[in-house]
């Protein structure tokens, strides 16, 4: 048998559970992980410089490419308290992460000492195991046990909390024999498929409502298929968003309070069944239960059993892995399509898309300064289907859903549940390290892009580059925006006059000194008809000098998202003026039919 330290086996069983990159924050506690991590070899390791961006690192890691499991790092104390927001955004989008923290001696963990702190029972509520190991032999076991639990049923992050003398104690340990526990998925029946089935053909006007966790379960081919079998019209959760191309005749549009198209709202309210597959129905997708449900019978699956009826009672519920359904669901389809017995959806398919043409958004506006709409055309001519966006929260995520287009899973990469502001520049340095040859473009409104400025310079550092596009207000758009119910306007201007950079007006940060002083590329924007050539130029300079650059869009101070006001997704307020001829909407998938 080896002998090695329990800090050494746990690398070693990293590398065999398919880890090669790890992000995080050195500290004297984890410093045995560190030495362990140096001389085996074969992880590489990004320097964040703040703990909690190593946690978005590790989730935007991820959230790139199917079996990825992204790894942050630090002590326990403020390390670990910093990354529990990544936890918790990774717990709630069901994004499988391992935090790993360096603790105090078991002996002193209980004595106040230095940095020591119950980081387990933190963490508990926003993983799937948390626990600080005690005894060196049990640490093999537990970062395999940790493997299991991230992978199976419904995904998730785990921490595990090593005491420094833990770490340094020497245990017996075979790597080479080392084998990963078996994924437990559950899987549904025939019976299930076929009843489910049933029920979707006895509508009249079906949808699939189609979420994260099918491209979780990388099934996105097998959903496509399924719903050309079938000619059911499919909607995309936000967290689901390019399950289906966004130019497909299926694709219907996404459905919400907030990111939501109008012809989508429009489809679903006409529609009598909905089949979810791998979703949550999330409050800002279904809005009032009363207006989501009415008049329609829902079949919902979802891997994990107690999140079916969770929000409302399904009419049938499937505990089943997305891809496990689905290949069933093709393969009953398949049959029933052999033997004529499949309703004609063609009709029904084709008013979706007829709503598609007619109930559009205007983009295309001349102001300056600018109005946000005109920036996601711009990047709409910019940037192909190839592109892996990356997003967390604010009004510039809500009109990106609103107006860019996303073609394959996993280009678009938000931060659904948590939403936490800082997300954005961290996750996509983690999108851009697990795929380094894509073109990867982060969207941020300036307090979003403020909150982990520092992270910029992990992408100078470590040569990552991407392009991020930053609309400046000056303003907390959203809370803004949400503060009219309220009447007020109330601690949520940014502005003020930059005595080092008076051409800024109430603009206040100067995001181009900032990002050039943290080793970066900055270009203002200021003109509308002057995004285009920006985002040309963005691209050069990231591939030259493999930096991030950044592309700041001065817009008008308010502007008002379309959104509900009243939870109700049959009441969603337009604020601008609606798209009345094509060249109002000239990057829309769909030309505008008047």
Same mark, same amino acid.
């Given at each position: 048998?080896?002998?090695?330290?329990?800090?050494?086996?746990?690398?070693?069983?990293?590398?065999?559970?398919? @880890?090669?990159?790890?992000?995080?924050?050195?500290?004297?506690?984890?410093?045995?992980?560190?030495?362990?991590?140096?001389?085996?070899?074969?992880?590489?390791?990004? %320097?964040?410089?703040?703990?909690?961006?190593?946690?978005?690192?590790?989730?935007?890691?991820?959230?790139?490419?199917?079996?990825?499991?992204?790894?942050?790092?630090?002590?326990?104390?403020?390390?670990?308290?910093?990354?529990?927001?990544?936890?918790?955004?990774?717990?709630?989008?069901?994004?499988?992460?391992?935090?790993?923290?360096?603790?105090?001696?078991?002996?002193?963990?209980?004595?106040?000492?230095?940095?020591?702190?119950?980081?387990?029972?933190?963490?508990?509520?926003?993983?799937?195991?948390?626990?600080?190991?005690?005894?060196?032999?049990?640490?093999?076991?537990?970062?395999?046990?940790?493997?299991?639990?991230?992978?199976?049923?419904?995904?998730?992050?785990?921490?595990?909390?090593?005491?420094?003398?833990?770490?340094?104690?020497?245990?017996?340990?075979?790597?080479?024999?080392?084998?990963? +526990?078996?994924?437990?998925?559950?899987?549904?029946?025939?019976?299930?498929?076929?009843?489910?089935?049933?029920?979707?053909?006895?509508?009249?006007?079906?949808?699939?409502?189609?979420?994260?966790?099918?491209?979780?379960?990388?099934?996105?081919?097998?959903?496509?298929?399924?719903?050309?079998?079938?000619?059911?019209? @499919?909607?995309?959760?936000?967290?689901?968003?390019?399950?289906?191309?966004?130019?497909?005749?299926?694709?219907?549009?996404? @459905? !919400?309070?907030?990111?939501?198209?109008?012809?989508?709202?429009?489809?679903? +309210?006409?529609?009598?069944?909905?089949?979810?597959?791998?979703?949550?129905?999330?409050?800002?997708?279904?809005?009032?239960?009363?207006?989501?449900?009415?008049?329609?019978?829902?079949?919902?699956?979802?891997?994990?059993?107690?999140?079916?009826?969770?929000?409302?009672?399904?009419?049938?519920?499937?505990?089943?892995?997305?891809?496990?359904?689905?290949?069933? +669901?093709?393969?009953?389809?398949?049959?029933?399509?052999?033997?004529?017995?499949? *309703?004609?959806?063609?009709?029904?398919?084709?008013?979706?898309?007829?709503?598609?043409?007619?109930?559009?958004?205007?983009?295309?506006?001349?102001?300056? *300064?600018?109005?946000?709409?005109?920036?996601?055309?711009?990047?709409?001519?910019?940037?192909?289907?190839?592109?892996?966006?990356?997003?967390?929260?604010?009004?510039?995520?809500?009109?990106?859903?609103?107006?860019?287009?996303?073609?394959?899973?996993?280009?678009?990469?938000?931060?659904?549940?948590?939403?936490?502001?800082?997300?954005?520049?961290?996750?996509?340095?983690?999108?851009?390290?697990?795929?380094?040859?894509?073109?990867?473009?982060?969207?941020?409104?300036?307090?979003?892009?403020?909150?982990?400025?520092?992270?910029?310079?992990?992408?100078?550092?470590?040569?990552?580059?991407?392009?991020?596009?930053?609309?400046?207000?000056?303003?907390?758009?959203?809370?803004?925006?949400?503060?009219?119910?309220?009447?007020?306007?109330?601690?949520?201007?940014?502005?003020?006059?930059?005595?080092?950079?008076?051409?800024? !007006?109430?603009? !206040?940060?100067?995001?181009?000194?900032?990002?050039?002083?943290?080793?970066?590329?900055?270009?203002?924007?200021?003109?509308?008809?002057?995004?285009?050539?920006?985002?040309?130029?963005?691209?050069?300079?990231?591939?030259?000098?493999?930096?991030? @650059?950044?592309?700041?869009?001065?817009?008008?101070?308010?502007?008002?998202?379309?959104?509900?006001?009243?939870?109700?997704?049959?009441?969603?307020?337009?604020?601008?003026?609606?798209?009345?001829?094509?060249?109002?909407?000239?990057?829309?998938?769909?030309? %505008?039919?008047?």
């Amino acid at each position: 048998m080896a002998r090695m330290t329990a800090a050494r086996a746990a690398v070693e069983i990293l590398k065999r559970e398919g @880890v090669d990159v790890a992000f995080g924050v050195p500290g004297a506690a984890i410093n045995p992980f560190y030495a362990a991590l140096k001389a085996s070899g074969g992880i590489s390791h990004t %320097l964040a410089r703040h703990v909690e961006g190593a946690s978005h690192m590790a989730e935007g890691y991820t959230r790139t490419h199917p079996g990825n499991i992204g790894v942050c790092v630090g002590t326990s104390g403020p390390a670990g308290t910093d990354m529990i927001t990544g936890l918790y955004s990774a717990s709630g989008d069901s994004i499988p992460i391992l935090c790993i923290t360096g603790q105090a001696p078991t002996a002193v963990i209980h004595k106040e000492d230095f940095q020591a702190v119950d980081i387990a029972s933190i963490a508990r509520p926003v993983t799937k195991m948390a626990v600080t190991v005690l005894e060196a032999a049990q640490v093999p076991g537990v970062f395999q046990q940790a493997f299991h639990l991230m992978r199976s049923g419904r995904p998730g992050p785990v921490l595990i909390d090593l005491p420094i003398d833990v770490q340094t104690t020497e245990i017996e340990f075979d790597p080479d024999t080392y084998e990963p +526990l078996p994924v437990y998925r559950p899987a549904a029946t025939r019976a299930q498929i076929e009843k489910a089935l049933g029920m979707l053909n006895a509508a009249e006007r079906p949808l699939i409502v189609a979420g994260g966790g099918v491209v979780g379960a990388d099934a996105g081919d097998l959903l496509v298929r399924f719903a050309e079998l079938t000619g059911t019209p @499919v909607v995309p959760t936000l967290m689901g968003w390019g399950v289906i191309p966004d130019d497909h005749e299926l694709n219907a549009g996404m @459905v !919400g309070l907030q990111t939501s198209h109008r012809y989508g709202n429009a489809t679903f +309210l006409e529609s009598d069944f909905v089949l979810g597959i791998g979703n949550r129905w999330a409050n800002r997708h279904t809005g009032r239960l009363d207006v989501y449900t009415a008049d329609r019978t829902f079949v919902h699956v979802d891997v994990e059993p107690t999140q079916i009826g969770r929000i409302f009672a399904p009419d049938y519920g499937i505990a089943s892995d997305a891809r496990a359904a689905l290949t069933l +669901l093709v393969e009953v389809a398949e049959e029933m399509a052999a033997a004529g017995r499949l *309703p004609d959806r063609t009709a029904w398919a084709a008013s979706a898309q007829e709503r598609r043409a007619t109930m559009q958004r205007r983009t295309h506006f001349d102001d300056v *300064p600018m109005k946000p709409q005109r920036v996601y055309e711009e990047m709409n001519r910019a940037f192909g289907p190839e592109t892996r966006y990356v997003t967390t929260i604010g009004l510039s995520q809500i009109a990106g859903a609103q107006f860019l287009h996303v073609h394959r899973p996993r280009h678009w990469i938000n931060c659904g549940q948590a939403g936490p502001l800082g997300w954005t520049v961290p996750a996509a340095l983690g999108v851009a390290t697990a795929d380094p040859e894509a073109q990867v473009v982060a969207l941020s409104g300036d307090y979003d892009f403020q909150f982990m400025i520092e992270e910029l310079a992990v992408g100078a550092q470590h040569k990552i580059p991407y392009v991020h596009v930053l609309v400046n207000n000056a303003y907390l758009g959203l809370i803004r925006q949400a503060q009219r119910a309220f009447d007020i306007d109330f601690q949520v201007n940014l502005e003020f006059e930059n005595i080092n950079s008076p051409e800024l !007006g109430v603009y !206040g940060v100067d995001h181009v000194k900032v990002a050039e002083g943290l080793g970066c590329r900055a270009i203002r924007v200021t003109d509308p008809d002057d995004l285009g050539p920006a985002f040309e130029q963005a691209k050069k300079l990231a591939a030259e000098h493999r930096v991030p @650059v950044i592309v700041e869009a001065i817009l008008e101070r308010v502007t008002n998202i379309a959104m509900s006001t009243t939870n109700d997704i049959g009441n969603v307020v337009e604020f601008e003026p609606l798209a009345t001829e094509p060249g109002h909407a000239p990057t829309a998938i769909t030309p %505008l039919r008047v």
